[in-house]
């Protein structure tokens, strides 16, 4: 028998164990029990069960969330570009997120300019998130999912990789 606290007590009858752990206000749980003689631990079970609930709550607190962004058909530059930035916060924080193209009234017998509009979306965002669903209409809304793009080892301060940097680094060392 275990005790609560983690020391071991001595193997112990089963009707003994059961007093010892009554006293207590404890629960006596089987633990190991293909073990000769079976392993029981005294714990408060509630407690146990409490804990492990919670654990499993904070648990899919942490799992990806899916963050919205609603456009216009008809946005304005500055509009679209601030909308773009949250978009991009959001991604690079490892959250998926879903557009919405909202058409009102009459707009959606143009539904390319939507797909215009989703087009420039994917351009202006493609270096931080790629496509996770393409996008389709659902009802008077054209919708599209993007995922983060997973990040490669960033590379040390010092070090460079396209072209340019390369012959930048010729030049200073000739």
Do not use: W
């Not at 001595?10 to 006596?28: C, M, S």
């Not at 300019?113 to 989703?118: F, Q, R, S």
């Amino acid at each position: 028998m275990i005790k609560e606290d983690g020391s071991q007590v001595d193997v112990l009858p089963l009707h003994e164990a059961l007093r010892i752990a009554g006293e207590q206000g404890l629960d006596l749980v089987e633990v190991a029990p293909q073990a000769d003689p079976p392993v029981c631990k005294m714990m408060d079970y509630g407690k146990y069960k409490y804990e492990l609930k919670k654990a499993q709550a904070e648990k899919k607190q942490k799992a990806q969330t899916v963050k919205e962004i609603k456009f216009r058909p008809n946005i304005g530059e500055h509009d679209f570009e601030f909308k773009i930035s949250h978009i991009r916060e959001f991604l690079e924080e490892g959250h998926k997120t879903r557009i919405r193209v909202f058409f009102k009234g009459r707009q959606i017998v143009h539904p390319e300019l939507g797909k215009g509009l989703i087009e420039r979306i994917v351009e202006s965002i493609s270096d931080v998130g790629m496509v996770d669903q393409p996008p389709k209409m659902e009802g008077k809304n054209l919708v599209m999912l993007f995922a983060p793009k997973k990040r490669a080892k960033e590379k040390p301060r010092g070090e460079k990789t396209d072209e340019k940097g390369k012959e930048e680094e010729q030049a200073q060392n000739q």
